[in-house]
């Protein structure tokens, strides 16, 4: 079993910032990849950034640029820095966390974190 926790959640302003940690445990093997996705109200829950063990990234086409996604592979944490925060980024935003070889011998399993809540107001 692995466990994420999420932190750095809350409430800001449009065009605040906000640094999202998500710290990771249990028993943690080889880590595929970390990131971070997020749910509105009304809304599926959708990819907002990853980092893979090799460090290639991934960022949803609407946090390009403004959204930072960084991974500390001795600590096993991953970050996310929120910049120019906008009030359509409210969500509640779940760390991930994807480990295993998807082998026989190491299967592939992916876990979340309970989430936090960021609300960005007008």
């Known amino acids: 079993q692995v466990q994420l926790v999420e932190s750095g959640g809350g409430l800001v302003q449009a065009g605040g910032s906000l640094r999202l940690s998500c710290a990771a445990s249990g028993n943690i093997r080889t880590i595929n990849a970390m990131g971070w996705y997020r749910q509105a109200p009304g809304k599926q829950r959708e990819l907002v950034a990853a980092?893979?063990?090799?460090?290639?990234?991934n960022y949803a086409d609407s946090v390009k640029g403004r959204f930072t996604i960084s991974r500390d592979n001795a600590k096993n944490m991953v970050y996310l820095q929120m910049t120019s925060l906008k009030p359509e980024d409210t969500a509640v935003y779940y760390c991930n966390l994807e480990q295993g070889r998807g082998t026989a011998w190491d299967p592939a399993h992916t876990y979340w974190g309970q989430g936090t809540q960021v609300t960005v107001s007008s």
């Open positions: 980092v893979t063990s090799g460090g290639t990234t």
